[in-house]
């Protein structure tokens, strides 16, 4: 019986959880050989301040929706950029 555990940022509505258990369930269920009913997913919401990263919490390296900086063209982007959760939204709000 596989276990799925699935930590994401708080804010997710229920119709994304929906899909990421049901592509989850799908891709196990095919790969173990097993049956859907077999499968199981935990999904955890977890607020950004209760995440860590580089030593520093989430929350403070990932912009809000008023702290995000104006688009750059993509000719005057830099080649790489360090990799930072994506950016939680607000309860109402959709993400991943």
């Not at 607020?47 to 809000?64: C, I, T």
Request: proline residues 14%; aromatic residues 4%.
């Amino acid at each position: 019986m596989p276990v799925i555990s699935v930590d994401w940022w708080k804010g997710n509505d229920r119709a994304r959880r929906q899909e990421l258990v049901g592509e989850l369930t799908a891709c196990v269920s095919r790969i173990a050989g097993c049956p859907e009913d077999a499968v199981t997913v935990i999904v955890r919401d977890v607020d950004p301040d209760h995440w860590g990263k580089g030593g520093r919490l989430a929350d403070e390296l990932v912009p809000g929706p008023a702290d995000e900086p104006t688009p750059t063209p993509a000719a005057e982007r830099p080649s790489t950029y360090a990799t930072v959760p994506p950016a939680p939204q607000d309860a109402g709000g959709q993400k991943p």
